[in-house]
């Protein structure tokens, strides 16, 4: 193939609740579509981050400089365009994980499609369908993050995790227990929140038979989660902690983490998450896909990555209803507890052309006509 234009689309999309985490609360998805033309198809991808560099450090106004000025220009001087020959092509510009992510993932698809294969085939999908779990957020009381809980369960998801910081994390994990019953398959997510002199605190959290303890500690100290980890019954997750598979090689060999979130943007695409995959199945440590309130974009890729045969555990790739009153796409639906892996080729999805007009709030030209 060869890279033809590029072009972002800036889309706003009203959740339809507030999701509140220890990093602050979002009312609405603010973030844009990269859609690439090739001589042989077109692909889409979704920038997972947000408009301020609060989760992790990209943004969506420094990836499109990121994008326009340093990775296109690399990419349109390949002599063939391949999605593997991104990552190589990319190595000099450090950083940047998400950006790279959203190039490597637009190409990968228009690339799928030309081939009439899916994301799913391509990466090794052994399920046609996955089980969905749901993040649930911090709420202002107990009562309601219990109504929240019953009725996602009523739903159908499998499992239910809880944001958690200092000062909610004993009592609303008590609470959900004692109204759900022990059977219930449940977790916690800390986004970072708390510090290794938490320890005897956290450890508390074992009482109450989680699956696992998600990103505790400060991102990218493998050496206190592995410290923390030995003082806890409670499985430790890492998420922001691992940016590759040599990290995550790292955290395991060190006894940092028991099980492993992948998120496909963090570690630079699909490709790199294949590999991180890989790493933890070796080592039969759990993966599990997580989510950023993707729309039906970044959900349908996740989806693929959700069905290989390491993910054992359910991810976050929660039905478009949890987050969206209208999706960008044809909504995903959960069904007993599942949602269908796209099998069409590429992601398998595309933008509703009047559903982008209404939520597009502005378009911008990065490479080509």
């Excluded at 220009?73 to 020959?85: G, I, N, S």
């Excluded at 998120?263 to 989510?291: F, N, Q, S």
């Excluded at 974009?297 to 959700?306: F, H, K, P, V």
Aim: aromatic share 6%; glycine share 8%; hydrophobic share 45%.
């Amino acid at each position: 193939m060869k890279l033809e234009r590029a072009e972002i689309v800036h889309v706003a999309i009203p959740l339809v609740a507030p999701f509140r985490t220890s990093f602050g609360t979002m009312t609405t998805k603010d973030t844009f579509l990269l859609h690439v033309v090739t001589d042989a198809a077109e692909g889409w991808s979704e920038f997972a981050a947000d408009p301020e560099p609060r989760y992790c450090p990209e943004f969506v106004a420094g990836a499109e400089i990121v994008l326009r000025d340093f990775l296109l220009p690399r990419v349109a001087a390949l002599p063939r365009l391949t999605a593997p020959a991104l990552a190589p092509a990319l190595a000099s510009v450090k950083g940047h994980e998400l950006a790279k992510a959203a190039l490597e993932t637009a190409v990968l698809d228009a690339e799928l499609c030309a081939y009439g294969m899916s994301l799913a085939t391509y990466l090794g999908a052994v399920r046609d369908r996955v089980p969905a779990g749901v993040s649930v957020g911090i709420r202002d009381s107990v009562p309601e993050l219990l109504d929240d809980v019953q009725r996602y369960l009523a739903e159908g998801y499998v499992r239910i995790k809880l944001k958690i910081e200092p000062g909610w994390d004993l009592e609303p994990v008590r609470a959900v227990r004692e109204r759900f019953g022990d059977e219930l398959p449940l977790q916690v997510d800390a986004n970072t929140a708390y510090r290794l002199a938490d320890a005897e605190h956290l450890r508390k959290l074992d009482a109450f038979g989680l699956l696992l303890v998600e990103e505790p500690l400060e991102e990218n100290n493998l050496h206190a989660h592995a410290l923390l980890q030995q003082r806890l019954t409670t499985p430790v997750c890492l998420d922001e902690s691992l940016h590759n598979a040599r990290d995550t090689a790292s955290a395991i060999a060190m006894g940092a983490c028991r099980v492993v979130n992948v998120k496909p943007a963090r570690v630079g695409g699909y490709l790199e998450a294949r590999r991180v995959h890989d790493v933890a199945h070796a080592h039969g440590v759990p993966v599990w896909c997580g989510g950023m309130l993707e729309t039906g974009i970044g959900r349908a890729a996740n989806l693929a990555l959700a069905a290989l045969p390491g993910c054992t555990l359910p991810g976050d790739t929660s039905a478009s209803a949890r987050y969206f009153a209208e999706d960008l796409t044809e909504p995903f639906v959960l069904r007993d507890g599942h949602l269908p892996v796209p099998s069409a080729p590429g992601i398998g999805v595309e933008p509703l052309p009047e559903v982008m007009r209404r939520f597009t709030t502005g378009r911008s030209s990065l490479y080509g006509g």
